[in-house]
């Protein structure tokens, strides 16, 4: 039976990804990703959904190898996203803005990097969500 360890593997393999690369991509160390190929531990809330779009899989498919695997939406446009999020355009540009000079700045520790990355996981499910209201 094929595991959430087997799947994280195929899949770097597929996309030719190493552990160094993924481990930069999802924002831990190559050590937690090391754990993650051994299957020491499993990825799980926020970890998880950042790795399956690192992978560009779905977090359901990594978890159970349930179809469907990939993710098959665009990413929304600043506007749609604003929309969902009752905010008006300007704000929701002037928060992404907030957020890119703190990246730059070199302020944030590794709590602050991984709760931005929640944040982006968390924009990317409310897209999945509302997909059908994006398309309109």
Known sequence: METITDRIKKRAKELNITQVELA??????KGA???WFKGATKPNGSNLLALAKALDVTPEWLETGK???HQHFPPPTHKELASLLSVSTETYRGKLEEIKELKESGVLDSADEEMLQSIEAMLDIIRERY???LKK
């Open 33 to 35: 990703i090391n754990q």
């Open 131 to 133: 997909k059908d209201r």
């Open 24 to 29: 930069r991509k999802v924002g831990k160390t």
């Open 67 to 69: 179809e469907p695997q």
